[in-house]
């Protein structure tokens, strides 16, 4: 699993908002990729192309950690790792 800097990086580098949906993500790297490609960019080949490697390995971890996060479906919305910390373990000093 991608590290909580590496998971923020790769937000920043596809520009999207804090909560997002894997629709929303798919929707992002398709608009990117049409402008960034190097068979449809043509000028600076080489930017575009590290470019497009940067969106493709950003794309990838983002979409691996959506696939594989816990969703509840109870209406309060998804837990964050440090929401599911402070409500199993509270103010217990070990885990501050």
Known sequence: MASIETLR???SVMGLPERFSIRQLKA???KLMKNTHPDINREGEID???KSVELID???VLLEYCENYPVSIDGKGSET???FMGRRFGDDPMWK
Do not use: C
């Open 58 to 60: 950003s794309y990838r």
């Open 81 to 83: 790792p440090e929401d």
């Open 28 to 30: 992002r790297y398709r």
């Open 48 to 50: 575009t192309h590290l």
């Open 9 to 11: 990086m790769a937000q």
